[in-house]
């Protein structure tokens, strides 16, 4: 009997889109070159140098999960309308991982050791809010941008005053994030309940800390 093999594509499209985000590329190339590029590395001390990669480190896993939750989305929400606007902004995380990958590699540090698990519950999240409605979907997509944008202006005011390079990164990619959110607004997304705000606000502190360490 005939076996249909496009029946297991979406699924090897989403393995394979994981494990792109997953095994760190010596180099990765995204759409626009890192706003750091030219900008002179600053004199910075063991200490400092440590908490920056740490701050990147998060930023870094909060991007896995920004792919993630766009894969996630794919594979369940229609979106007929912004199909567009989404698949540009998924591009421009793309961008993010590279610059935050980058800047970590610049540190000589890691990405954190947990991204995997990460990933898994983003996906899923993803694609079970995709599965509820794309209003839905859209409203945990402007509700994630909104979270990641304060993580950002926290860690800006927490990096050495004289590291331009992860600043220019960091401001950058705030930029966007608030684009996103904007669009998921204007595409129609739903105010989540507070309940499900505070319990991602939670999900997210386990993610800051962990990864910050490892
Ligand atoms: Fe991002
Ligand atoms: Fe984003």
Redo the contacts with the bound molecule.
């Keep these: 009997m005939m076996r249909n093999p496009r029946i297991f594509d979406p699924f090897i499209i989403h393995v394979d889109a994981a494990l792109r985000t997953l095994a760190s590329p010596s180099q990765r190339f995204g759409v626009r070159k890192s706003p750091a590029e030219g900008i002179p590395e600053s004199a910075m001390s063991l200490t400092e140098k440590q908490h920056v990669a740490g701050l990147m480190r998060v ?1 870094h896993a ?2 896995v999960c ?1 792919q993630a939750l766009y894969q996630g989305q794919a594979l369940t929400a229609r979106l007929n309308t912004v199909k567009e606007q989404m698949a540009h902004a998924a591009a ?2 793309i ?3 590279a610059w935050c990958e980058a800047r970590l590699s610049e540190l000589n540090s890691h990405p954190s050791l947990f991204n995997p698990l990460w990933y898994a519950g983003s996906f899923f999240l993803g694609a079970l809010a995709g599965l509820v409605g794309d209003q839905w979907s859209l409203g945990f997509v402007a509700e994630t ?1 909104r979270q ?1 944008t304060a993580h950002l202006t926290h860690h800006l005011a927490r990096l050495p005053p004289h590291d331009e390079k992860t600043k220019a990164i960091l401001l950058r ?1 705030k930029m ?2 608030t684009a ?1 959110a904007d669009l998921a607004v204007t595409a129609g997304a739903r105010a989540l309940p507070v309940l499900i705000k505070n319990l991602m606000y939670g999900i997210s502190k386990l993610l800051t800390t962990s990864s910050y360490v490892l």
């Design positions: 930023n909060g991007e920004a421009e995380e961008d993010h991982l941008e990641v990619m966007d994030e996103h």
